[in-house]
């Protein structure tokens, strides 16, 4: 299974696209961050990002996209940028028929590291080691992009494989329309229950 990871964000967004032949050994393909200037409009920075994410969904066909779900904070202009970056990322990979889970800040952390609170440096340490890389992958744009892919991996993912890379017919998925609910797996059972209580 081939997962591309994304961080979003309007200023900095991370990439991280990981290969797992068995659950527990997971590799790194390939990790970026994409950059936009802050002096930019809105808009030209969304194509550019467009843009950028294109080519990795081209250059590496992943089998799905795993993006952060996106909280409130404080800082309102922050969480516009951040939202907007993961819809846009959310509709080109639906565009292809490429599933899209979404994980939160806190699955993510537990699932890596064990705790649910885990700082920025924890975080990349385990994503270091997970991968067995010889240097820390950075900013933690780029480490957070990994964790969510390696996140949605032992998060039951690993249980339907197809072939990575340049062999993947993309268009014969895209017409086959696959598109991800958007629903982390308990919140999927938790409204499969309540469907079910309904009856």
């Known amino acids: 299974m081939r997962i591309l990871g994304v961080d979003p964000g309007l200023t900095r967004c991370g990439l991280g696209v ?19 200037p802050a002096d930019a409009s809105v808009d030209v920075r969304l194509g550019e990002l467009a843009d950028r994410f294109e080519v990795w969904l081209d250059d590496h066909r992943p089998d799905v996209v795993a993006i952060e779900r996106v909280f409130a904070r404080s800082d309102v202009s922050t969480i516009m940028g ?13 565009r292809r028929g490429i599933p899209v889970s979404m994980h939160t800040p806190s699955e ?29 992958p950075r900013p933690a744009d780029a480490a957070d992009a990994l964790a969510l892919a390696i996140c949605h991996l032992w998060r039951g993912a690993g249980g339907g494989a197809s072939t990575p890379g340049a062999a993947k017919d ?12 958007g629903l982390t797996r ?14």
């Not at 993309?170 to 991800?180: I, K, N, S």
């Not at 919140?187 to 009856?199: I, N, S």
């Open 186 to 199: 308990a919140q999927e059972q938790w409204a499969q229950a309540l469907r079910t209580g309904r009856r």
């Open 82 to 94: 951040t939202a907007q970056a993961s819809g846009l990322t959310m509709g080109l990979a639906a």
């Open 108 to 136: 993510v952390k537990k699932a890596i590291s064990g705790n649910g609170r885990a700082d920025k440096k924890q975080m990349t340490h385990m994503v270091t080691r997970i991968l067995r890389l010889e240097t820390a």
């Open 170 to 181: 993309v268009l014969a998925r895209r017409a086959a329309g696959r598109q991800g609910a």
């Open 18 to 36: 990981i290969d797992a032949a068995h659950v527990s050994r997971p590799g790194l393909v390939a990790v970026d961050v994409v950059r936009t």
